[in-house]
């Protein structure tokens, strides 16, 4: 693709820019395929400001004719009125900065304008940033991703008598959104699984995602079995959960969906696990809101928070419209209730909604955080990451695809990664000597997933980053936060491992609104982070002089 066309034009003079925390600058503007660049006049390199489009949610423009004045006067004693048109553009970032540009002439505001429309929204994967992303101290040939399912499967020698690694989706063609390679219960054979994935939607069939090393329990996932009106069985099915839990009695199925959705899904050929054919499994619902409902709730907090022209109950009254913190508490009360299941009335869990790529993988992502240590350490945070999102299926591009400022509403749009890493926030900051990693890296990763010069979010499946060639073209994020350089800044100073679970308190009183990331362009979030800072170093120097 020839960015070029798009461009109509590339560089203007005189144009100011005004942005959070800075006084206006005067300077030139420049736009490329991928970024818009803004120098000041007095050529100081260290105040350019580089924007990647892909950051930018929403446009809006306005031109307009000005009548300048060069003297009141002429000789004549008639005035002089020059007319000069001008336009202003603002930008809504996807990282919830809001800048503007004022532009001198009418046709290079509307032009500059055109061109962040289209660039900004590119959507073949192989135009974007990452792949033309060349930094000096990385190299294409640098491991990509932190592990392979096969080399967690090594890890895990206590669970191989009983488990084993199945690459029965080898080629993709039994799941496309799962890895090539997936945990089953041992007595389960790959002809099997392939059956079992014909009843399950999307071919997602129950797989390992967590081994508890105390007392032997799993958690499982998958999608919703296809029983439709008929109440459909499959006995491949039926066999596979039995296995899960042969020899322990009793299972629990955590369906994140109401009874009502559960009920109302077997009216379009989905459903749940009956008793009758699940005698051993006792199935919980808990509704997670997904999708529009999620989105919106990321659309009237984020506008709540702008606001600040209204009296601090008004402010708290729209927060709380806004549900947002009721969709944390939703989420950490569901996943406690899984941890629960497995450590302390020793029982193997199965999660799961309907596709199986969103409240599914939050649910058992923190459910792992609260029972496993090893995932608290930055190492390990990252490393769930790409277990349970990557490889798992998560569809990133689709979900991620606007943030909260877009007038383009799509029906696959939802912020369920950025929910994760809020529900994240909220454990540290009730456990803040349990997490390896800081705030910084949380709010890093919600940078990332909207707009990123590495190719860690692109697609949205594993096997969609393959045929991409996502892996051979561009960097790994996770890769660049753990060397050495980075991983000191988003490590957390005050860390000391703990081999017990965390259990959150989800009391309206304890969850608090993530303000490091939601009132991130305001003062007070400023000193905040000076603050956080500042004790960061003490701490630092502390550990350092003992």
Request: proline fraction near 4%; charged fraction near 20%; glycine fraction near 6%.
């Amino acid at each position: 693709m020839e960015f070029s066309e798009h461009i109509k034009t590339a560089n203007v003079e005189d144009v100011v820019l005004r942005r959070p925390f800075h006084p206006p600058m005067q300077g030139t503007l420049c736009v490329t395929g991928h970024h818009l660049l803004f120098s000041n006049r007095d050529g100081d390199s260290s105040r350019l400001v580089l924007l990647l489009l892909r950051n930018i949610d929403a446009i809006e423009k306005s031109v307009e004719n000005l009548l300048g004045y060069s003297s009141l006067f002429s000789s004549t004693g008639q005035s002089q009125r020059p007319s000069v048109s001008s336009g202003t553009i603002t930008l809504k970032c996807k990282d919830l900065c809001v800048l503007q540009l004022d532009i001198p002439g009418m046709e290079e505001c509307l032009n500059i304008a055109r061109s962040i429309e289209y660039l900004s929204s590119l959507d073949i994967v192989s135009d974007m940033y990452p792949f033309f992303y060349r930094p000096l101290k990385l190299s294409l040939q640098d491991q990509w991703g932190l592990s392979s399912p096969e080399q967690n499967y090594a890890q895990m020698e206590e669970l191989q008598d009983r488990w084993r690694l199945s690459h029965v989706n080898k080629d993709y063609s039994v799941c496309p959104s799962y890895p090539p390679a997936v945990i089953v219960p041992h007595s389960i054979d790959d002809e099997t699984l392939v059956k079992v994935a014909k009843f399950r939607q999307g071919g997602r069939f129950p797989v390992l995602c967590y081994y508890h090393r105390k007392n032997g329990m799993v958690i499982m996932r998958s999608s919703q079995p296809l029983t439709g009106a008929n109440r459909k069985r499959c006995r491949e099915d039926e066999l596979l959960l039995q296995a899960v839990i042969d020899g322990s009695g009793l299972g629990y199925i955590i369906d994140t969906r109401s009874n009502q959705q559960a009920q109302q899904a077997r009216m379009t050929g989905g459903g749940f696990e009956s008793k009758s054919s699940y005698s051993c499994w006792k199935r919980l619902h808990r509704q997670l809101e997904r999708g529009k409902v999620l989105q919106e709730s990321l659309i009237k907090l984020v506008e709540a928070c702008g606001d600040h022209s209204h009296s601090v109950d008004r402010w708290l009254s729209k927060l709380e419209n806004s549900k947002w913190l009721s969709h944390v508490h939703t989420a950490l009360a569901t996943a406690g209730l899984l941890a629960e299941c497995v450590e302390r009335d020793g029982h193997s869990v199965l999660v799961h909604g309907s596709e199986g790529t969103d409240a599914t993988l939050l649910v058992s992502s923190l459910a792992q955080l609260i029972l496993d240590p090893n995932t608290r350490t930055l190492d390990g945070f990252l490393g769930l990451l790409e277990r349970e999102w990557l490889l798992a299926g998560h569809p990133f591009q689709h979900r991620c695809a606007h943030s909260a400022y877009s007038h383009a509403r799509l029906r696959l749009e939802a912020p369920v990664f950025v929910l994760l890493l809020d529900c994240v926030w909220q454990l540290a900051r009730q456990f803040p000597l349990a997490m390896g990693f800081s705030e910084p890296l949380l709010l890093r990763l919600a940078r990332e997933v909207y707009a990123s010069d590495y190719g860690t979010f692109l697609c949205n499946s594993d096997q969609e980053r393959c045929a991409a060639g996502v892996k051979e073209r561009t960097h790994c994020l996770f890769q660049f936060l753990l060397k050495p350089s980075e991983r000191e800044h988003y490590s957390n100073p005050l860390y000391e491992p703990t081999e017990l679970a965390i259990w959150p308190s989800i009391q309206p009183q304890s969850l608090q609104l993530w303000r490091g990331l939601f009132l991130r362009w305001t003062q007070h979030a400023v000193h905040l982070e000076k603050a956080q800072e500042e004790l960061r170093n003490l701490v630092i120097e502390c550990r350092g002089a003992s």
